[in-house]
Nanobody
Framework: QARLVESGGGSVQAGSSLRLSCAASSYFYCMGWFRQAPKKEREAVAIVNPGGDTYYADSVKGRFTVSRDDAKKTVALQMNSLDPEDTGIYYC???????????????????WGQGTQVTVSS
């Protein structure tokens, strides 16, 4: 069964950087990151397809960068200029088929990591 395992995360001060990594047991066409803040619904943060096309939530554009290494079956999220609003549990997610980031696709990711906590204090 396909698995996703995250690493990284932690507690940092506002303005700091963190890098999340995710290792997959299989090749996935679409890979990326979602997050769930306290008392909020889970939202897509950043998605990347094999061609390098990306999707970012408006709130992270210019601060976060998603990248993938298909040879290693990994996806990473570099998070800069972190803000307390970025606090939440971050999940690696993947799907085998295109499309990657239409509204219906974002609601249909079926493979998830266990989640990693990111806490940003002011």
């Amino acid at each position: 069964q396909a698995r996703l395992v995250e690493s990284g995360g932690g507690s940092v001060q506002a303005g700091s950087s963190l890098r999340l990594s995710c290792a997959a047991s299989s090749y996935f066409y679409c890979m990326g990151w979602f997050r769930q803040a306290p008392k909020k619904e889970r939202e897509a943060v950043a998605i990347v397809n094999p061609g390098g096309d990306t999707y970012y939530a408006d709130s992270v554009k210019g601060r976060f960068t998603v990248s993938r290494d298909d040879a290693k079956k990994t996806v990473a999220l570099q998070m800069n200029s972190l803000d307390p609003e970025d606090t939440g549990i971050y999940y690696c997610a993947a799907r085998f088929s295109t499309p990657c980031y239409t509204s219906s696709a974002l609601a249909d990711y079926k493979y998830w990591g266990q989640g990693t906590q990111v806490t940003v204090s002011s």
